[in-house]
């Protein structure tokens, strides 16, 4: 079912005979340079073996990389905007350039299939292209004056150096989200990537080595309690952008705010879809199974809890074991291949732990539920769950796996309620064709985003983010941009003369 995996070299980039991964670790400040910390194992998730060996970067490095981020920022905030936006344009090109060299490594370190990888590798490109322009026509608004012969100015301004910190499921998506509007507002970036996709990073480390000034882009290699920490409490960076989880979040939430440093934070979920009795139960099926094992479940707003109106219940739960059983699991190079690999053994392990308490608790596995037959790496059949409650950490903790539980309600308030029960407030689907139940969920679930009849789909032109313990981060559209720039009031009195309540003589 597996079959032989691709083998393909971990780099396609400028390296020469005889140069290994390791020996152009680092972008600091311009320059590559070989990380001076311990190695780094990066392993293939479909084969369980190692790929390559990475240098990490030392503390003295990460401060190269901080300092001449400063240095540059200047000089990058500075510049003309049209600067800005052609370096935002060379990226774009460069990325579409070199398509399938992106394609081919983010598919050895995520697991995911290389066709759905060819299609972001397509979106990131017109991420840049997006903010390139969008750039050009948003730096801020003038305000109502208080007075005639006055100007208020409200200018949109870098922070200055973001720190970015990138988690493994989505490495360059999730990278260019915060990347892109960064660099179009004049901010300049120090990027850490997460341990299992650094070659994938370090691949567009050559792209913005290409096509960024030195110190614009800097990326340094290391683990989140060395690399990860230096970065988010150095008093060279200026925001902390991350995607990762609400436990790691909340951590670098508390650090930043003792820094008074704000924190861009998107964190996880566990998304809900509500499916009512006016829907074709086959097609919600269909859109329900999509949602719950995209990229193996490994999605952030992966849907992780369905309610299903009981009068169309069977029908339903019949569809979706028969999509479910359907399902291609195998190699991630096989343009046949729907469902790859999870991303590392601890995840897969967390996953098997909720089901087998789940099922302790009286749950139902209907299809699914166990590791293919002579597969290697960290392969887990998508799972299809019943008789589940709202008591079972299954329904109640993230679960980033493969794993779709399914409950029946028979009112819209027991559907609402039971949606709501959870901290996270990252989306949620519904499908229905009725109006007012749309209405509903947009009014009362407080949640980013509510998807209806189309679920887990990102609008480039729209933003993205949670609320709760999913974070307060907004990337994507306008709002994405304004992010990375905080609110500068110009209060400007054309003429300098006297107000009748300054001090002095005449007063």
Known sequence: MLGTLRRVGPWTGRMTDGEN?????????????????SPLVVVDPATGTEID?????????????????????????????????????????????RTDDIA??????????????????????????????????????????????????????PYGVVATLVPWNYPLLLLAFKVAP????????????????????????????????????????????????????HPGTDMVAFTGSTEVGIRIGEVCARMTKPAHLELGG???AIVFGDVDPELAARAVVWASFLNAGQVCTSTERVY???SIYDGFLEAV????????????????????????????????????EAEKAGAKIVVGGDI?????????????????????????????????PIMRFREPDEAFALAADTPYGLGASIYTHDAGLVGRAYEQLQVGTVWVNDPVVDNLAAPFGGMRASGNARELGLEGMESFTAARHVHWNLDLHNKPWWYGKDN
């Open 308 to 310: 299903v109106h009981d």
């Open 53 to 97: 060996q990475v240098a990490t970067a030392s503390r003295e490095q990460v401060d190269r990389a901080v300092a001449g981020a400063r240095r540059a920022q200047k000089l990058w905030w500075g510049a003309a905007q049209q600067e800005r936006s052609d370096a935002m344009h060379a990226i774009a090109a460069e990325i579409r350039r």
């Open 104 to 157: 081919d490594i983010v598919t050895r370190e995520t697991g995911r299939p290389y066709s759905r990888n060819l299609l972001y590798v397509d979106m990131i490109s017109n991420l840049f292209r997006q903010y390139a322009e969008l750039s050009r026509v948003h730096g801020g608004r003038v305000a109502p004056s208080n007075d005639p012969g006055q100007l208020s100015l409200v200018l949109r301004v």
């Open 182 to 233: 960064a660099l179009a507002t004049g901010n300049t970036v120090v990027i850490k990537p997460a341990s299992e996709t650094a070659l994938t990073t370090l691949v567009l480390a050559e792209v913005f080595h290409a096509t960024t000034p030195p110190g614009v882009v800097n990326v340094v290699v290391g683990s989140g309690s060395t690399v990860g920490e230096q970065l988010v409490s």
């Open 270 to 272: 566990k998304d809900p």
């Open 372 to 404: 293919p037959e002579g597969s290697t790496g960290f392969y887990l059949r998508p799972t299809v769950v019943v008789d589940v409650t709202h008591e079972m950490s299954l329904m109640q903790e993230e679960t980033f796996g493969p794993v779709l």
């Open 321 to 356: 074991a028969e999509i479910t059983s359907g399902l291609r699991v195998g190699n991630p190079f096989d343009s046949a291949t729907q469902i790859g690999p999870m991303r590392n053994e601890s995840a897969r392990e967390k996953v098997l732990a909720q089901l087998g």
């Open 21 to 37: 991964v390791a020996d152009r670790l680092q972008l600091i400040d311009g320059s590559f340079e070989a990380g001076a910390g």
